[in-house]
């Protein structure tokens, strides 16, 4: 106790120093107390400082020497135990820290070798830093070529999907879907690609050939399912009625780089559809057709009928399967589609060929009527240019054509012989004229014939060729008939004969040359021979005239010179100038009553004016003869040459 009080005292001792030293030198000395005191309250109170203080207290009251000994040795042995062990503490802790220090030493040499090493790394990484860099540099090349791999990959390569739509397509399918059309668009596109690579560069041909291939291959799998689909397809096409789908004109558009697999398609439709329009024909012929529920063969017996009614369906026919081929080429250029739509024409209408032929060998064989048979061949021609512009082709492209163009020419062949025959007859048939001077029976019969057949509109509508083979064949018998029938007219006087054949010449100029254009162009023949009877009737009506007037003798004076001339006799010119006054009193007594029978009133008038016309003449050559000399007659001649004049 004495010891802990001792050492307070010494602590204190010690602050007390501590503080008069940190006091300043100038202040006067403190009271002892009131420093104990002020340390005391400074002191910082703990629980240890607490038990001190009571164990101080209770030894407070403690007088026996012996017992403070005793606490004063307590105190030092706890004093000196505490002391002890803080030595023991402090050579454990110096024992630490020792071995810390040592731990401190390596693992200052470990750093010191991590250092260095560090450093070695440092300056080893610098080229790995620049090798990294390099290598950066490259990967952001090799991203760049991997995008434009994948580019160059999605152009230039198929999908697996596509791959497996063009090459593994179940053969049981019925149909192809779009996506197969898109596919086949696609690497077509593709081959192109490459191609247009290969030649725009020349460092990708390997490439570009590699590509090529593999596009190729599935190009071709493809175009084998397009083909066979496309055949099974056209073998349908065995309906009245066929609906062509959109997916069956693409498909022809993707096999048309490929003519003879688009040609042996067409073939193949057109055998389908050749199958369908023959038996349509037949039924048609056999049984009737929608639109007539009567058999075309019940017509048979109206010859023009049958035939324009056969035709017109064969020329329906050709214009239906026409429409269904145009829309089944429909996506294909025109241009180049020629010959394949008139080879497909060509085998589609082949079956149409024969059964048209016993029909069209009947009636070139059994039918006689020139009229029937010109109207036959005029529909004839009219639907072979029909058919030959729808299908755009020649006559022997096509069989059925051909044919056509075959019985056209038979039937103007036994169009020409009806003619000949009709021509040969007559002059079988010979009439006596009638007293009016009008022609025969026979030749208005066969005028009639013949009329009929240029009234026609096909004929009015035909060119200049029919006209001139009609004429050539029936004009000069006719006209011989005519001449025959002429011989046997009574009286048989030159105007009686010229009258008649006047006649007759003029009802077959009527009759054959019904318009002005052909007059013109076909008729010279009839005209020559109308103006040689019409100079005929002008000669003796003239004649007639000048003899009914009594001017023959004074014309008889005029043929000799005027030296030699004699006087005309009183009573010639006397009776010449009476009758010359009737006449220009009223002519028309002075003409031919066979004028009357004339049935052209042009030829008539032009007689009658041409007649007049040369008295006139003659007249007018007389006028002086009669003006030099005096008569006895009462009448005078200047007055008849003044009524003359005047009329």
């Not at 010449?505 to 054959?512: E, F, M, P, R």
């Amino acid at each position: 106790m004495a010891d802990l009080l001792k050492l307070d005292k010494d602590k204190t001792t010690t602050r007390v120093a501590t503080a008069a030293e940190e006091e300043p030198a100038d202040r006067l000395p403190e009271n002892p107390l009131s420093r104990r005191a002020r340390k005391i309250c400074s002191s910082i109170v703990t629980e240890e400082l607490l038990e001190n203080l009571d164990a101080i207290g209770s030894a407070r009251a403690v007088t026996d020497a012996g017992v403070r000994r005793n606490l004063q040795s307590d105190l030092e042995h706890s004093l000196l135990d505490a002391q002890e062990s803080f030595v023991l503490e402090m050579k454990a802790m110096m024992q630490n820290l020792e071995k810390g220090h040592e731990e401190m030493v390596s693992v200052n040499s470990s750093i010191k070798q991590k250092m260095d090493h560090l450093q070695t790394l440092k300056e080893g990484s610098r080229s790995f830093i620049e090798k990294t860099r390099s290598l950066d540099q490259e990967m952001k090349i090799t991203d760049q070529k991997l995008v434009l791999a994948r580019k160059l990959r999605a152009a230039f390569t198929l999908t697996p999907r596509e791959t497996e739509i063009l090459k593994r397509g179940s053969p049981t399918d019925r149909g192809l879907s779009r996506e197969f059309f898109d596919a086949l668009t696609r690497v077509q596109q593709i081959c192109q690609h490459c191609r247009t690579l290969m030649r725009l560069h020349a460092g990708s041909q390997v490439l570009g050939m590699q590509l090529l291939d593999l596009a190729s291959q599935s190009h071709e799998a493809g175009q084998q399912k397009l083909y066979r689909w496309t055949l099974e397809e056209c073998r349908r096409m065995t309906m009245e009625n066929p609906v062509i789908s959109p997916m069956l004109s693409e498909a022809l558009r993707h096999l048309q780089a490929r003519s003879a697999v688009l040609l042996s398609v067409l073939d193949e439709y057109a055998s389908a559809r050749k199958s369908v329009v023959t038996s349509l024909f037949l039924s048609a012929l056999t049984q009737g057709t929608p639109a007539s529920s009567r058999p075309l063969e019940l017509h048979s017996y109206d010859t023009l009928r049958y035939i324009t009614l056969v035709l017109g369906w064969i020329h329906q026919a050709v214009a239906t399967e026409k429409d269904y081929l145009s829309s089944l080429l429909k996506d294909l250029p025109a241009v180049d589609l020629q010959d394949a739509t008139v080879r497909a024409f060509a085998v589609l209408t082949e079956g149409l060929v024969q059964p048209l032929r016993s029909r069209l060998e009947h009636i070139t064989t059994t039918e006689k009527n020139v009229v029937v048979l010109y109207k036959v061949r005029h529909w004839t021609q009219f639907y072979i240019e029909k058919i030959r512009t729808m299908i755009s082709t020649t006559d022997f492209a096509n069989s059925l054509l051909q044919l056509l163009t075959e019985s056209l020419e038979a039937i103007r062949n036994h169009y020409i012989f009806a003619l000949r025959n009709l021509a040969s007859n007559i002059g079988k048939k010979l009439d006596v004229p009638h007293e009016d001077l009008q022609p025969s029976l026979s030749l208005t019969s066969i005028l009639s014939l013949l009329r009929e057949l240029i009234a026609c509109h096909e004929f009015r509508n035909g060119n200049t060729e029919d006209m001139t083979t009609l004429t050539s064949v029936v004009l000069e018998p006719l006209l011989q008939m005519c001449n025959e029938s002429a011989s046997h007219v009574s009286p048989n006087t030159p105007i009686v004969t010229a009258v008649y054949l006047l006649n007759c010449l003029y009802v077959i100029k009527c009759a054959l040359f019904p318009s002005d254009e052909q007059g013109r162009s076909c008729s010279e023949l009839l005209d020559r021979q109308c103006d040689a009877h019409i100079d005929v009737l002008v000669s003796e009506t003239s004649s007639g005239i000048i003899s009914a007037v009594r001017m023959r003798p004074l014309l008889e004076i005029l043929r000799f010179p005027e030296e030699s001339r004699i006087t005309p006799d009183d009573y010639d010119v006397e009776q010449f100038l009476g009758a010359f006054n009737l006449y220009l009193t009223n002519p028309d007594d002075f003409l031919p009553r066979e004028l009357r029978m004339l049935q052209s009133t042009i030829v008539r008038s032009t007689v009658i004016r041409t007649s007049q016309q040369l008295v006139s003449d003659y007249y007018r050559q007389i006028h002086p003869l009669l003006q030099s000399t005096k008569f006895a007659s009462s009448v005078n001649p200047s007055d008849v040459v003044q009524r003359f004049l005047v009329q």
